[in-house]
């Protein structure tokens, strides 16, 4: 008994010099890498070096995302990322300052373990083995410097005690001021002190996550270091007197409508309204305001009356039969009021009445702008005889008809009218007959459209030798139908 008893005691003894060596050489091991349950940015790091952790960190952080922003005096803001100014990051601080933390006490890592085995305190007590670092921050000069002086925002609008002012004349906007003298930007200047906040702000940056960096140089202090102006002179002084009464003339806004399509009245309109002299240099007169050329507010109008007018023009037509038909001449259309158009236009910008304006006419269609027939309109196809009535794009009424008798010279024109006059019970008087017709609607001068109880067939060839003298006969039901519904002023186009 006694035999098995020593030999008991010698086992545990072993057990125990191996426990204790075990121990001592686990904590030898710790001294070099991370210890048990150690997380940092979600890295699981137990057993790895400070070099190994550093490397997997700094590999994992994106610097390109992380941005400098400068804001210029223009107000535009301009984006640096890091990773291309000369800026590198590191964990490798943060890290090796942690794993000191880790092992700050002999056998830390035991009494981890043993905790963490045996649930001998809260859970509470393993978060401090949850780790979040954040990188240093290193700024290569020499880089950064090199880089900036390069940004194309860097190397424009540079000071030049030789910059001036100008008045130039653009397609768009009519005159404008070009001033060269104000907010030149020193270049040297704002360099140095974009890298020195670069610096300042990044190594700042100690144990708290990398925010959006902003480096305003139109703030009072950067400005003055960075910009500077161009003293003025007399002449740029006078320069500035007349481009006051130039901005003042062009100060004019008024639309013309047509129906769907505008016509605006603004400074690149306006700009052309005053008197040059032989060197197409602007007259001004005692107080420095541009002269009016009042001729070129004329000229204007007539333009519009070009554009928009439609009396008489030869026209595009798509007919129902499927081709671009041209007709041309008539009595209908848009004729603008050019004489009180003109009155009104110098009137309105003499007094800058700006607004929206709807033209005086002299003749007026059926509906304005260029496409002044619409989609209700009557379409006489002489050509194939016949004549639909379209209401809103649709055909309501579809019929054959006989046109003017070609054969005596009689033949219906073609051209642009309108429905102008509409009467029952009408009597048609000419040198040889007087025939009575239920329905009558002029439409150009002596020609119109209405029934013709005395025929018995429409369409075909009729109209070459047995045609009317110029009307557009139709069959009465047909009459009686279209006499209700087509209405004053609606366009009537006809061709062959």
């Not at 070096?49 to 610097?63: A, F, G, N, P, Q």
């Not at 979040?132 to 900036?148: D, E, F, H, Q, R």
């Not at 150009?444 to 025929?455: K, P, S, V, Y």
Request: glycine share 6%.
């Amino acid at each position: 008994m006694r035999k098995i008893l020593l030999g008991f005691i010698r086992v545990i003894g072993v057990m125990a010099v191996l426990g204790v060596g075990a121990v001592i050489a686990l904590d030898q091991y710790y001294q070099n890498v991370f210890p048990m349950f150690v997380i940092i940015n979600g890295v699981y790091c137990t057993g790895m070096t400070v070099e190994k952790v550093t490397d997997i960190l700094d590999d994992s952080y994106d610097l390109h995302a992380d941005k400098i922003t400068v804001r210029t005096v223009d107000g535009v803001m301009h984006e640096l990322p890091l990773d291309e100014y000369g800026v590198t990051i590191s964990y490798k601080p943060a890290v090796k300052k942690y794993m000191q933390q880790c092992k700050s006490q002999p056998f830390q890592w035991l009494e981890n373990c043993l905790v963490y085995w045996f649930k001998l305190k809260p859970p509470q007590i393993y978060d401090f083995l949850h780790a979040t670092v954040y990188p240093t921050y290193y700024c290569n000069m020499t880089v950064m410097i090199a880089k900036l002086n390069e940004i194309a925002w860097l190397n424009d609008n540079l000071y030049n005690d030789e910059n001036t002012i100008s008045i130039v004349k653009s397609i768009k906007e009519g005159y404008v001021l070009v001033d060269e003298t104000k907010d030149l930007l020193l270049k040297e200047n704002a360099v140095e002190l974009i890298c020195a906040e670069i610096v300042n702000q990044l190594t700042d940056k100690e144990e708290i996550s990398f925010s959006n960096i902003l480096i305003d140089l139109s703030a009072r202090e950067n400005k003055e270091k960075c910009y500077k102006s161009v003293p003025h002179t007399k002449e740029m002084k006078d320069m500035f007197a007349k481009w006051k009464g130039i901005s003042e003339f062009q100060d004019f806004h008024l639309t013309y409508q047509f129906g769907d399509c505008e016509e605006v009245i603004d400074e690149a309109v306006v700009a052309d309204w005053m008197m040059l002299d032989e060197e197409s240099e602007i007259v001004f007169d005692e107080q420095n305001r541009p002269v009016l050329d009042e001729t070129l507010i004329k000229e204007y109008v007539a333009y519009l009356a070009s554009t928009y007018n439609t009396v008489g023009i030869e026209r595009n037509f798509k007919a129902t039969r499927g081709d671009i038909v041209k007709v041309s001449g008539g009595e209908y259309g848009n004729e603008i009021d050019e004489k009180a158009e003109y009155e009104f236009l110098l009137s309105a910008f003499l007094n800058k009445e700006s607004g929206i304006r709807t033209p005086q006419y002299l003749s007026e269609a059926w509906e304005k702008g260029v496409d002044d027939i619409g989609d209700t309109y009557v379409e006489v196809d002489m050509g194939n005889q016949h004549m639909y009535y379209y209401v809103d794009g649709e055909i309501v009424i579809d019929t054959p008809i006989v046109t003017g008798n070609i054969t005596q010279r009689w033949g219906t024109p073609s051209k642009v009218c309108s429905v102008y006059f509409k009467q029952k019970n009408r009597i048609l008087r000419g040198a040889n007959y007087a025939t009575p017709v239920k329905y009558w609607m002029a439409v150009d001068g002596h020609i119109g459209i209405h029934d013709a109880t005395w025929r018995k067939e429409f369409g075909g060839e009729i109209y070459q030798t047995d045609g009317s003298h110029g009307c557009i006969n139709t069959p009465l039901e047909i009459m009686t139908e279209l006499y209700d519904n087509v209405k004053i002023g609606t366009p009537v186009i006809m061709f062959y």
